[in-house]
């Protein structure tokens, strides 16, 4: 059974902060993502990473880095937080296509 | 890129009654379109996906249709039960390293 955790299911920093958001998958995908979710925006994607220190902007990387120095772990990294970052972020890993999503962290800039 | 369009925003129907679920996609060259079903304060879960060199595939209640021509992916849910209440996402990919999801839908089954 794939499991892909989320280091935190809530988050509360302040504006200006470092956010560091991690991710682990137990079952050696190589694809590991990450999407912000918004209500009415449905599943936007962020950054997604097909092997070990590799990565691709997907289609909202501004004012977001990633970093893969594992293939099980996918960092997702708000270098200064702003409010228009609150949001809930998803993580997940795929092999083969088939997606499976992290439990999410809901993140809240104040 | 890819633009992935989904509709109804919001869908009640009755229990034991059909939903269907509409997606649009525009790059043909998209081949892989899965369904994802999130309920309220959990992750998504894929339900059923089909690819493009199939036009349906039915698992118990659930089916997807995929029109190529039309460039247009259903969901179907017969005999809804409360259980199936939840958001549905669409979504297409070409590639499996990305994914465009549609904006989703609200689905209530009332009792």
């Known amino acids: 059974d794939v499991k892909v955790t989320q280091s935190s299911r809530y988050l509360v920093k302040r504006t200006g902060e470092k956010v560091f958001l991690e991710c682990v998958q137990d079952m050696d995908h190589e694809n590991m993502f990450w999407y912000r979710q918004d209500p009415g925006l449905g599943l936007r994607l962020i950054y997604f990473s097909y092997d070990v220190k590799m990565k691709e902007k997907g289609d909202i990387p501004e004012g977001y880095s990633v970093s893969r120095e594992k293939k099980e772990r996918f960092s997702l990294i708000l270098e200064s937080a702003s409010t228009n970052q609150t949001s809930m972020y998803l993580c997940?890993?795929?092999?083969?296509?088939?997606?499976?999503f992290g439990p999410g962290t809901r993140l809240t800039v104040t | 890129g890819e633009n992935v369009e989904q509709h109804p925003s919001t869908l009640s129907v009755q229990e034991g009654d059909s939903a269907v679920i509409k997606c649009t996609y525009s790059?043909?060259?998209?081949?892989?379109f899965p369904w994802y079903k999130q309920e309220l304060g959990k992750r998504p879960q894929l339900i059923i996906d089909?690819?493009?060199?199939?036009g349906e595939k039915k698992d118990q209640r659930i089916a997807v249709t995929l029109n190529k021509t039309a460039k247009h992916f259903s969901l179907h849910i017969t005999e809804t039960q409360p259980e199936d209440s939840a958001v549905y996402f669409c979504?297409?990919?070409?590639?499996?390293?990305?994914?465009?999801f549609g904006t989703g839908t609200s689905l209530t089954v009332i009792p």
């Open positions: 790059d043909s060259a998209s081949n892989y």
């Open positions: 089909i690819r493009s060199n199939v």
């Open positions: 997940a890993s795929s092999m083969n296509y088939e997606q499976y």
């Open positions: 979504a297409a990919s070409e590639t499996g390293n990305q994914f465009y």
